[in-house]
C-alpha cells in the first residue's frame, strides 16, 4: 500500500533508469510504494558496456522475474577463456548454490529497457525524457526533500529531453542512480573521491564468424607498443559472441599505470586487434557502428552513500569492481539492498527512528563489499607495475589451480556459508581486510 501523503509526489524518487535505478524501483514498487523514476533519455539507449553478464548478475535479473532463455534473446556463456603469457586458458563458472553456473550476454539496448520495462510493470512510474537539474532541500534541516527536473517540453514527445519548464517532485527519500557523474549527488555536495582507482572502457561492434562463442574471453597482455618492447598495461582486452552476427570488442584500462592520463585508447585498441587472425573479422570494414568510450568508478569512489535523504546506488557510488571492471552486478544488487532499506524505513513515522534504518544502508554495504573492494584497490596498485603484471600473467596462468581460486576472486563468485577451501579462503581474507 502506498505511503506517500497529500505534500508528497512519490514516496521515493529514483534518479536514473539504468540498471541501478531500475532494479531499485522494481523492488519498490514490488513492495506498494509509490515509485517515480526519472530518467534523461528514451529507451531503447545506446550505453558503453562489454555487454557481458557474471553469474553475479543473473541472480539478480532472476530475482526480477525476467526470462533469460534463448528464445527471449539472451545468451548463455559457460565461463571465461583467457589468453596470455602464451596459453590459452578455459575457466568454467564455479558450480556454486548462492549464484548461477551459467553468465549471459545481451545488449544494452535491449537490458536496459528490459530491466526499466520491469520495474514498470510492477507499480514503478516512468518518466522518460526528463532531465533532473538538482535537489530540492528543506531550508531548516538541508535534507534533500525531493528534485527538480526538466520534461519534454511537449506532452505528444517532440522536443529535446529536458527543454521544458521546470517541475519540483518530491518524496521523503531520493535515490541517485544517474551513473559516474552523478549530477544530482555532485549537486548535493557529494564528490568523486580522488584516492580510489578510476578504470576506462572503449569497445565496438564488428561482424564476425565468432558471433555465437559461447565463452567470455579476456586476454591480459595489452602493450602500449610493441608486444615485448613497451610496458604491459594494467587492463584486458575482451571478445564477447552477442548471438546476432557481431561480437562486442573493447579493452579496459586502471589509471593506476603512469601512462593512463595521456593513454591514446582507440589507438590501443586497434593496436591490439591487428594482431587478431583475419578471419574472426575484427578489421575496418567489419566494424559496426563507432568507438566508444566510458569511465569505470570503482571501489565506493563517492560518500556518503546515504546521507540526509539522499541515497546513492550502482554507479553513483562508485560500486564498480576495482578486480575486475564489473559494474551491473554491483548496480543490481546495491538497488535491491537499497529498496529494502527504504521500504523497512518507510514503514515506520518520519523521525529519528525512520533516519536509523536509512542509515543502515551504507553499513550493510561496507559489510557485503568494503573488505572486499579494499583487496581489489590493494590488488590494482599492485598491477600498475608493468613488472608484476608480467609476472602474474607468465607465471599465473600455466597453474590451473590457481586460476580457478583467481576467477573466484576476481569475479567474487563464492559461497558465503561453507563452499570449498578457495571459498573460505577468499571469504576470510575479505572479512579480515578492513573497509575504508
Known amino acids: 500500500m502506498s505511503r506517500n501523503s497529500a505534500e508528497h509526489d512519490a514516496d521515493v524518487i529514483v534518479v536514473?533508469?539504468?540498471?541501478?535505478?531500475?532494479?531499485?524501483?522494481?523492488?519498490?514498487?514490488?513492495?506498494?510504494?509509490?515509485v517515480l523514476v526519472l530518467e534523461k533519455t528514451a529507451f531503447p539507449r545506446e550505453k558503453v558496456c562489454g555487454d557481458g553478464l557474471t553469474p553475479r548478475a543473473v541472480k539478480s535479473l532472476v530475482a526480477m522475474g525476467i526470462d533469460t532463455s534463448a528464445e527471449a534473446g539472451w545468451l548463455q556463456n559457460k565461463g571465461l577463456r583467457i589468453y596470455g603469457g602464451g596459453m590459452r586458458l578455459e575457466l568454467p563458472w564455479p558450480d556454486l548454490a548462492e549464484?548461477?553456473?551459467?553468465?549471459?550476454?545481451?545488449k544494452r539496448t535491449d537490458f536496459d529497457e528490459t530491466l526499466a520495462r520491469q520495474a514498470q510493470k510492477a507499480g514503478a512510474r516512468l518518466h522518460e525524457r526528463t532531465t533532473v537539474t538538482g535537489p530540492v532541500t528543506d531550508?531548516?534541516?538541508g535534507r534533500v526533500v525531493g528534485v527538480t527536473a526538466k520534461p519534454v517540453r511537449e506532452a505528444g514527445g517532440s522536443g529535446e529531453p529536458g527543454s521544458g519548464a521546470e517541475v519540483t517532485y518530491r518524496s521523503p527519500v531520493v535515490i541517485a542512480a544517474d551513473g559516474n557523474s552523478s549530477r544530482l549527488s555532485v549537486s548535493a555536495g557529494r564528490m568523486r573521491r580522488e584516492n580510489r582507482p578510476m578504470g576506462v572502457a572503449v569497445r565496438t561492434y564488428f561482424e564476425s564468424p565468432r558471433h555465437d562463442d559461447d565463452w567470455l574471453e579476456s586476454w591480459l597482455e595489452l602493450w602500449d607498443g610493441k608486444p615485448g618492447q613497451s610496458n604491459l598495461l594494467p587492463g584486458y582486452g575482451w571478445v564477447f559472441g552477442m548471438g546476432d552476427g557481431t561480437s562486442n570488442v573493447g579493452l579496459g584500462l586502471l589509471n593506476t599505470s603512469t601512462g593512463f592520463q595521456n593513454a591514446d585508447y582507440r589507438g590501443l585498441l586497434k593496436a591490439w586487434l591487428s594482431g587478431m587472425p583475419p578471419e574472426w573479422g575484427f578489421v575496418d570494414d567489419r566494424q559496426v557502428g563507432p568507438v566508444r568510450g566510458a569511465a569505470l568508478p570503482m571501489g565506493f569512489n563517492r560518500k556518503p552513500h546515504y546521507a540526509s535523504g539522499l541515497m546513492l546506488v550502482g554507479?553513483?557510488?562508485g560500486m564498480v569492481n576495482p578486480f575486475n571492471g564489473e559494474g551491473i552486478a554491483y548496480a543490481m544488487e546495491s538497488g535491491e539492498m537499497a529498496a529494502d532499506v527504504v521500504a523497512q524505513a518507510l514503514a515506520r513515522p518520519d523521525g529519528p527512528?525512520?533516519?536509523?534504518?536509512?542509515?543502515s544502508y551504507p553499513r550493510a554495504l561496507s559489510a557485503r563489499y568494503g573488505g572486499y573492494y579494499t583487496m581489489g584497490?590493494?590488488?590494482v596498485k599492485a598491477i600498475g607495475n608493468p613488472q608484476v603484471m608480467k609476472i602474474a600473467t607468465r607465471h599465473g596462468l600455466p597453474h590451473p589451480v590457481l586460476m580457478r581460486f583467481t576467477i573466484k576472486l576476481l569475479a567474487n563468485l563464492t559461497d558465503p556459508r561453507g563452499g570449498d577451501a578457495m571459498d573460505r579462503l577468499i571469504n576470510a581474507l575479505a572479512k579480515v581486510t578492513p573497509a575504508a
Open 315 to 317: 554507479d553513483a557510488g
Open 139 to 141: 531550508e531548516r534541516t
Open 353 to 359: 527512528a525512520r533516519e536509523r534504518v536509512l542509515e
Open 377 to 379: 584497490r590493494i590488488f
Open 16 to 34: 536514473g533508469a539504468g540498471p541501478a535505478g531500475a532494479t531499485t524501483a522494481y523492488h519498490l514498487a514490488r513492495t506498494g510504494l509509490n
Open 99 to 106: 549464484f548461477p553456473p551459467y553468465g549471459l550476454v545481451r
